[in-house]
């Protein structure tokens, strides 16, 4: 496993802190769009457990929190865990993109 830094923001904290989350895995997920242009729509989606087998992943440990991401998924710069969504929040990694 690659061990990586990452920076934890106000919310992320306060998120992880009220929903008791310990472990955090940023997966890619893949859908077909039929009808149109695309093919293929890429996504980070966070589940909030750890991966059953950790060797397809990077790991870095943000002060209680264990963070697991997919080798697939795109470093583009420093990463960063925070949070996004007005009415249902949930864990967004800045730094990291789907692969094109």
């Known amino acids: 496993m690659e061990t990586l830094n990452i920076k934890i923001s106000k919310s992320a904290r306060k998120f992880l802190l009220k929903k008791g989350i310990e ?7 893949e859908a ?21 087998d950790a060797s397809g992943y990077r790991y870095c440990r943000v002060e209680d929190c264990h963070v697991f991401i ?3 998924i795109k470093i583009l710069g420093p ?4 949070t996004e969504g007005l009415f249902k929040k949930q864990l967004f990694l800045l730094g990291a993109n789907p692969p094109i």
């Open 79 to 82: 990463l960063k865990l925070t």
């Open 32 to 52: 077909e769009v039929a009808g149109c242009c695309v093919g293929v729509v890429k996504e980070i989606t966070p589940e909030y457990k750890a991966p059953a």
């Open 23 to 29: 472990d955090v895995t940023f997966d890619l997920f």
């Open 70 to 72: 997919a080798r697939k």
